[in-house]
């Protein structure tokens, strides 16, 4: 991601919920526009260059992964000097909202896309879901989902047994099926860990010709949260809005994870699971020799004793 200069750096770590909500509030109204809708969803845009994200995102998650508490698109404003509309959901709603499709309808009436050389939507999970869902309402722009759902409609997923309660929402009415709403973008990615079952399946129904389906491995079901902790997320946004997020450059970039314990405990207790000691031996080795792992120490040393006996 190319450097910028930017005096844009809020800091809200500090507020409680309610005051949080007034600043997201005033940065809007100060720097773009803050539109409320209802008590479950809001949207604030920043205006600066004409690159543009449209992120989803909820406030428990901006609150636990941000330590700024402030949403992805602030930092991509910061950072790189981009524009970003951000939408913002109280709990994981799927933003399935007639509040909200009437927000982007408007969007779309008035034109608010077409102002911005590159639209990148981006969201996580639920969010992923949004992301592409309204991706539809700009054509031709990019879209960057991590672990996205396709629907919680019960007739495409009911083998989707993490969100039994939440499929009394809306999946079959307008922007309902996300795999068909990416038909307008330029390009998609699906980034997702293959050996979480409900994740992967999901991702297969975005089997698309203008989508591309990134595996990563061992990393597990919160793609963002590994990923913002790796500082792994600005550089897959901008690479994605650039269009220049391909098999080598993501496989090049998660190399990141070989320093990432969370993904390292992982991978070694699926070795183990799996009888691999040999491997696990090399695991073992090769995380020792670079880190303080007590963890990793330890099983060494008991395949090294199991050796010494045999």
């Known amino acids: 991601m190319e450097s910028h200069q930017s005096t844009f750096a809020p800091d809200l770590s500090h507020l409680s919920r309610s005051e949080w909500l007034g600043a997201l509030r005033r940065i809007g109204e100060e720097q773009g526009f803050a539109e ?4 479950t969803h809001a949207a604030i845009f920043v205006e600066d260059g004409d690159t543009l994200i449209v992120s989803f995102e909820s406030m428990s998650g901006i609150e636990a992964l941000s330590e ?3 949403p992805i698109g602030f930092d991509m404003v910061g950072g790189a000097g981009w524009s970003s ?3 913002l959901s109280h709990g994981d709603t799927w933003f399935r909202d007639p509040r909200v499709y009437a927000f982007f309808d408007q969007l779309q009436d008035d034109g608010f896309f077409d102002e911005f050389e590159t639209v990148l939507f981006y969201g996580a999970g639920p969010c992923g879901y949004a992301a592409g ?3 539809v309402t700009a054509p031709g722009a990019r879209v960057l989902m991590l672990q996205p759902q396709a629907t ?3 007739r495409v997923a009911e083998w989707d047994d993490r969100f039994a309660e939440e499929r009394r929402r809306d999946f079959t009415s307008r922007y309902g099926f996300a795999p068909e709403m990416i038909d307008a973008a330029d390009k998609a990615w699906v980034i997702y860990d293959p050996r979480e079952r409900l994740d992967a399946m999901h991702s297969a129904l975005f089997e698309k010709p203008n989508v591309a389906r990134y595996r990563a491995p061992f990393m597990g079901g919160a793609l963002q949260a590994d990923f913002r902790a790796l500082d792994l997320l600005p550089g897959l946004l901008s690479a994605a809005a650039e269009d220049r997020l391909s098999p080598a450059l993501f496989a090049s970039m998660l190399r990141a994870r070989r320093d990432h314990p969370p993904y390292l405990r992982r991978l070694l207790h699926r070795l183990d699971a799996d009888g691999r000691t040999e491997l696990t031996r090399i695991l073992c080795e090769n995380v ?3 880190m303080h792992a007590p963890r990793f120490r330890r099983r060494l040393a008991q395949i090294e004793s199991t ?3 045999a």
Do not use: F, N
């Open 36 to 39: 409320p809708m209802g008590k």
């Open 68 to 70: 700024t508490r402030t």
């Open 85 to 87: 509309l951000s939408l």
């Open 133 to 135: 869902a309204y991706s």
């Open 152 to 154: 919680l409609d019960p």
């Open 288 to 290: 020792v020799a670079r």
């Open 307 to 309: 050796d010494d006996s």
